[in-house]
């Protein structure tokens, strides 16, 4: 077991408090541990997503919550599908989360070496042999939940002989799929993962960190409650499809005779329009249904980052989510929604305009021009005020206008004063129209007397609309996500069909012709604002000088605080 510094038994802290934590006490309080030790064990076969993210702050959260320490460690015993790409990708979200590691970033190929041989401690035990069965006999013998499973027909070979084999299997005498070593425990067990579960299987396959310095690699089940044991963790805390397996875990750990954690499972997180599956989300990629791992649409958590998402948004999420013992499905407007909540405290306010309509103020001075001031955010008094520039011709966003309004129509159309955001009262005096028939632009005059929106007759508008100067105007492209799937459930399909089946193809709408104030010309890539009335944008690292790229990561309308404000939703 690795070296773990003398603490003195940790205080908890009385907030927050849930099953996991109730037991960590308990086993303070008993003595059964005297410090807290965690872990987050991802494979790394993908990237993370919002689920992991749970489980992050699920470990990691307790671990600081009782002044313990917190690994980072790859589950890293699949050659087949791992990456270093993704060793990488994990890294960063987890940092980026805010969960700190230190120093404490381990691998489970580090302790090759170690497994094998307690491997061979269990056949000396017999309580390991090597079997010649392929995988599919290995499946037809193990039986099912209401009838014994069968015996290996190289059950009851000798020590000598499984310790020969196994290591001719480790020199690599034998091919692919052609033996494994297996634990000696009951065919007949209830728990069907105790009925002799493969323990390593032969792979000539290249590892992203260990070469070719092994030919058979560890199962998980077997290198998981090794790896706990090996770091010191105290409480090995899981998503519940681990549950069947915690006796198989045990089992090692004690017929090796050394130190156990304890596990504590959990329920993983299900949300709607969403699936928590790294292989389903492969599919994507692989199939280019998506951008890449980190496309903003993508439930990661480099997707999310990407579209605008905060950690501490995030955070704030999984702890609103809690911790239980039972599936449960969470609308994913609840993510949204701590999105909102997060950055309307911090997020810079700008005027941008989507689909831009030409405005012509015919009373202003031609070649004249203007700054005016804005407020930066009006949730944040210490966030100040910006200059924008103003002059004749504006843009507008063309759904403000309607040459024919429909009822409760309140912005601008023929005839009507509106405000100018931060500037004057705009009222509609012409239309403009190309040969087809469109309106290409609107021609106003304004009241000098309403300088900075307000009138000082106390005369009153019933709309308000955001604007950019045409003039000083920087030329942008927008990106508008929408979920990706259509359904709540994507998996919720008939047979022979497929999860893609619900891919909502309005998930993506790009705007090239967008027009933001001068002062986003050059933002770096994940500056986040909003533009007002539209909702909060995240630079991408698309954008280049003088050319911004802006993904929409949500609009302002919160449909789920507005369900909690109805008698229904109580």
């Given at each position: 077991m690795k070296d773990v510094p003398d603490r003195e038994p940790?205080?908890?802290?009385?907030?927050?408090?849930?099953?996991?934590?109730?037991?960590?006490?308990q086993d303070l309080a008993s003595g059964r541990f005297a410090r807290v030790h965690t872990r987050f064990p991802p494979e790394p076969n993908g990237y993370l997503h919002i689920g992991h993210a749970k489980a992050v702050w699920i470990d990691y959260g307790i671990a600081r919550d009782f002044g313990g320490l917190f690994n980072l460690r790859f589950d890293d015993t699949n050659p087949v599908k791992e990456e270093q790409e993704y060793v990488d990708a994990i890294a960063e979200d987890v940092r980026w989360l805010g969960a700190e590691f230190g120093d404490r970033l381990f691998f489970a190929s580090d302790y090759f070496e170690q497994m094998y041989r307690w491997a061979?401690?269990?056949i000396r035990k017999g309580k390991a042999y090597v079997c010649d069965l392929s995988s599919v006999e290995v499946s037809a013998h193990r039986g099912t939940l209401t009838s014994p499973g069968k015996d290996s027909p190289c059950r009851n070979r000798s020590v000598e002989e499984n310790l020969d084999l196994f290591r001719r299997m480790r020199a690599g005498e034998f091919p692919d799929g052609s033996r494994t070593l297996r634990a000696r425990i009951d065919m007949a067990h209830p728990n069907l993962n105790m009925r002799d579960p493969v323990m390593y299987r032969i792979l000539h396959t290249e590892h992203h960190r260990q070469g070719k310095a092994w030919c058979i690699y560890p199962m998980y089940d077997w290198a998981h409650g090794l790896e706990d044991s090996i770091e010191g963790i105290t409480h090995s805390l899981c998503s519940l499809e681990y549950e069947n397996h915690r006796p198989l875990y045990d089992w090692f750990l004690e017929n090796l005779g050394i130190y156990?954690?304890?596990?504590?499972?959990?329920?993983?997180?299900n949300m709607?329009?969403?699936v928590m599956s790294k292989r389903l989300l492969l599919e994507l990629v692989n199939e280019g249904r998506v951008r890449g791992w980190d496309d903003p649409r993508m439930p990661?958590?480099?997707g999310l980052r990407r579209r605008g998402y905060t950690p501490e948004a995030i955070r704030v999420f999984c702890k609103r989510i809690g911790i239980d013992k039972a599936d449960s499905t969470v609308d994913v407007q609840l993510l949204e929604h701590c999105l909102r909540e997060d950055l309307n405290k911090r997020a810079p306010r700008f005027l941008g305009v989507l689909c831009p309509l030409k405005v012509v103020i015919t009373n202003y001075p031609e070649g004249e021009e203007e700054e005016l001031d804005a407020v930066n955010n009006p949730e944040d008094s210490a966030a100040g005020t910006r200059k924008v520039p103003f002059c004749r011709e504006l843009y507008i966003e063309a759904e403000d206008f309607a040459e024919t309004p429909p009822p409760k129509f309140f912005r601008l159309s023929p005839g009507r004063e509106v405000r100018l955001r931060y500037a004057y009262y705009i009222t509609c005096r012409e239309v403009v129209k190309d040969a087809a028939g469109r309106v290409v632009e609107v021609r106003c005059t304004y009241d000098p007397a309403t300088r900075g929106g307000d009138s000082p007759d106390g005369r009153k508008v019933k709309s308000t609309l955001h604007w950019v100067s045409a003039r000083h105007?920087?030329?942008?492209?927008?990106?508008l996500y929408d979920r990706l799937f259509t359904a709540s459930d994507p998996l919720d399909v008939p047979p022979g069909g497929s999860f893609k089946d619900h891919l909502n193809p309005e998930s993506l709408r790009v705007v090239t012709d967008c027009r933001v104030e001068p002062a986003l010309k050059d933002v770096r890539p994940g500056f986040i604002c909003q533009f007002e009335r539209l909702g909060y944008f995240c630079a991408d690292p698309d954008s280049a000088p003088g050319r911004?790229?802006?993904n929409r990561a949500v609009t302002l309308k919160d449909a789920y605080a507005r369900a909690q404000r109805t008698p229904s939703a109580v």
């Open positions: 940790a205080t908890p802290s009385p907030e927050p408090t849930d099953f996991i934590r109730e037991a960590v006490r061979e401690d269990l156990r954690p304890r596990q504590i499972e959990f329920a993983r997180l709607t329009h969403t990661t958590l480099a105007a920087v030329p942008a492209e927008a990106r911004p790229v802006f």
